[in-house]
């Protein structure tokens, strides 16, 4: 409840004491209530969604670490075999 709405529920209260004071304010608590909860569960959900986007980088960070290494491996597959064609071209040659 805003500090407002309770000082204005307050001065109400004072000007009209009876069973709708308790009305007023009980209202006002469920009202205020509710407004948390939404919050709460925007909060819950925005922080689950940024979990599983954080999982999910974390996934794609070490599959690309993963294909860097490969490609790498790769890479130098790649330049032992040519110097190995080159070889055997010259053996050719002979």
Same mark, same amino acid.
Do not use: C, W
């Given at each position: 409840?805003?500090? *407002? +709405?309770? &000082? $204005? @529920? /307050?001065?109400?209260? /004072? *000007?009209?004491?009876?069973?709708?004071?308790? #009305?007023?304010? #009980?209202? !006002?608590? $469920?009202?205020?209530?509710?407004?948390?909860?939404? $919050?709460?569960?925007?909060?819950?959900?925005? $922080? +689950? !969604?940024?979990?599983? #986007? /954080?999982?999910?980088?974390?996934?794609?960070?070490?599959? @690309?670490?993963?294909?860097? +290494? !490969? +490609?790498?491996?790769?890479? &130098?597959?790649? &330049?032992?075999?040519? *110097?190995?064609? !080159? =070889? =055997?071209?010259?053996?050719?040659? /002979?």
């Amino acid at each position: 409840m805003s500090h *407002e +709405n309770e &000082a $204005k @529920i /307050k001065h109400e209260a /004072k *000007e009209d004491r009876g069973p709708l004071d308790i #009305t007023l304010l #009980t209202e !006002q608590y $469920k009202a205020d209530l509710f407004k948390y909860q939404q $919050k709460e569960a925007e909060y819950i959900k925005t $922080k +689950n !969604q940024l979990d599983g #986007t /954080k999982q999910i980088v974390l996934q794609m960070s070490g599959t @690309i670490r993963e294909l860097h +290494n !490969q +490609n790498e491996n790769f890479q &130098a597959e790649i &330049a032992r075999l040519r *110097e190995e064609i !080159q =070889l =055997l071209e010259m053996q050719i040659k /002979k």
